[in-house]
């Protein structure tokens, strides 16, 4: 076993790199992260100490990014992101550049484990991306010069990661396996399909962007007599392909189909859907018989689709006091906001950008839908909603309403409450399709998009574009705002924001507006005005 000295002078830090923490954990090329794997390794077995050792996750993915990149990321025991409090410590001791300073760091953060007799224990798992192997290693020895406990799960999905770190802690969630995992997702949509008289679900063609969510989807359908896939872009021993022209990023940003499918003419009204790299976003699309037009059903689609569900089935129960409240970030599209405010009559709240700030307001419903627009999304439900709805199944007579009541707790089971689940997400729209007897068509027309671009522009300093309002208000530069609303106001149905990229010197312009030759006026006129400050 390696020795602190050894292992920090076996991983140094390469010079002029600062590597900082978000909401994806680290992410960097691949080649330069050894040093940062290492000392996760430290970081997850200290956050393991600190919480008595309890168990901690990393997971070594760059999720959509390009095959030459990775990233290594710490879970916490209920499957959530490392606490935001951690952020600055994993920012310090990923950059210490001597062993004086990367020991200080460790003796400090031990100085205050109320428990110094407690054991590490760190569960890993990596993607398919060339670099995994090594930057594994490099964590595995972080864990081992703490005296810690890991086990290597090998190759799997970041939720599945999620679920397991969640399982080891809360035995009540799933058995603490892989295998525990697809038992728990099958098992429940045969529950909820039984309840309707159905057996199985649709096939569906999956592009899993040549990542790990291709292996593991096909694990799941030779598993399940009611799940049926067929997998696309599925190449996972050619980690140079990962993400290359197909995934979930790639519809998503380039509004049409992977390459794979523009060859193959896909069905007409057919559900097609697509992972990332890593299985932790998903958006569906199918091309329209009668226009022969791609439709894509992205990240806002899938949480009208749930809210749509949840809330027909609670609206069966009478007396349930439950509340739903579904989360959304300002690339939400218009549309879909009025949808869920004025068809569906749910409330609609707005948190900045990244997961662990949605993740924070949907916690504070009984029902939390959280989407972000490229897919990444799930549903969170509190204690209180499995106590009233079991106090409601154990009074009810009607029939109806035990169906919609035990629907309703199993989907707690169903969907990946962890972090957002492809493999989670799309099974649980399929069920909510075919329970609703919805066709894709029919969820396409819920509501029609306003024309949306996203733009980006290289600024001198993007540390003075600040925001407030969900970041959809300009704070500073000072004026900028109000020049903002003024073009704005001359686009109908018009909208705008600017706010500063996380991990360069630039800015996002986003804007949406009735029409396409609208919004990309608006969108223009907008880039000029913040083009000052490049």
């Known amino acids: ?46 956050r393991s100490m600190s919480l008595g050792g309890k168990t901690i996750g990393i997971v070594i993915t760059a999720s959509h990014n390009p095959p030459e990149q990775n990233g290594v990321k710490v879970i916490d025991p ?12 994993a920012n310090d001791f990923a950059n210490s550049g001597t062993f ?37 290693k490099a964590a595995l020895d972080g864990v081992a010069v703490i005296n810690g406990t890991a086990t290597d799960f090998g190759k799997l999905t970041t939720p599945q990661l999620h679920y397991l770190t969640r399982c080891f802690n809360d035995p009540a969630f799933g058995r603490n396996t892989e295998e525990g995992y697809y038992s728990k997702l099958i098992t429940t949509a045969r529950k909820i399909l ?47 392909l990962l993400n290359v022209d197909c995934g979930a990023d790639y519809v998503k940003t380039q509004q049409k189909l992977p390459a794979e499918l523009q060859k193959s003419s896909p069905k007409p009204d057919q559900l097609y859907s697509s992972f990332d790299g890593d299985a932790d976003r998903v958006v569906c699309y199918f091309v329209d018989g009668k226009t022969d037009k791609f439709r894509l059903l992205d990240g806002d689609r899938i949480a009208t689709l749930f809210a749509s569900f949840l809330g027909s089935l609670l609206k069966q129960l009478d007396g349930v006091d439950i ?32 997961v662990k700030h949605l993740h924070h307001r949907a916690q504070q419903f009984d029902v939390g839908i959280y989407f972000e627009a490229n897919g990444h999304g799930t549903v969170l439900f509190s204690k209180k909603y499995t106590s009233v709805l079991n106090g409601f199944l154990a009074q009810a007579t009607d029939q109806k309403q035990k169906i919609a009541a035990q629907t309703l707790l199993l989907l707690s089971d169903l969907i990946n409450q962890t972090v957002g689940d492809s493999i ?45 309002d969900a970041e959809r208000k300009l704070v500073s530069p000072q004026g900028l705002q109000a020049e903002i609303d003024e073009e704005v106001s001359r686009h109908r149905q018009g909208r705008s ?18 029409t396409e030759e609208e919004c990309h006026r608006l969108g223009e006129g907008v880039c000029k005005l913040v083009q000052r400050f490049s």
Do not use: C
């Not at 679900?201 to 969510?213: C, F, S, Y």
């Not at 649980?428 to 066709?439: D, E, F, H, Q």
């Open 1 to 46: 076993m390696l020795s602190l000295k050894e292992g920090f002078d076996k991983y140094p830090k390469p010079k002029g790199i600062t590597y900082s923490y978000g909401t994806a954990g680290f992410r960097y090329i691949g080649d330069l992260l050894d040093s940062v794997a290492f000392k996760v390794g430290i970081i997850a077995s200290l």
């Open 78 to 89: 209920m499957g959530e992101m490392l606490p935001q409090e951690w952020e600055p410590f």
């Open 100 to 136: 004086e300073e990367f020991q200080k760091y460790i003796m400090d953060k031990l100085d205050q484990v109320p428990d110094q007799r407690a054991k590490p224990r760190v569960i890993l798992a990596r993607d398919t991306r060339a670099s995994g192997p090594r930057l594994l």
């Open 194 to 240: 039984s309840l309707y008289g159905f057996k199985s679900l649709p096939e569906v063609t999956v592009d899993t962007a040549n990542g790990i969510g291709g292996d593991k989807l096909r694990k799941l359908d030779s598993l399940s007599d009611v799940l049926s896939f067929s997998v696309i872009n599925g190449k996972t021993d050619h980690p140079d």
């Open 323 to 354: 509340t739903m409240g579904i989360v959304q970030t300002a690339y939400a599209n218009g549309s879909s906001t009025k949808f869920i405010r004025e068809k569906l009559k749910l409330p609609v709240y707005f948190t900045p950008t990244g």
């Open 424 to 468: 989670s997400d799309l099974v649980t729209a399929l069920v909510a399709l075919k329970v609703m007897g919805k066709s894709v068509n029919s969820w396409g027309a819920d509501y029609t998009e306003l024309p949306n671009r996203l733009y980006k522009l290289k600024v001198k300093d993007r540390g003075v574009f600040t925001t407030t």
């Open 497 to 514: 924001f600017v706010r500063a990229s996380g991990s360069e010197d630039a800015v996002r312009v986003y804007a949406e507006a009735e």
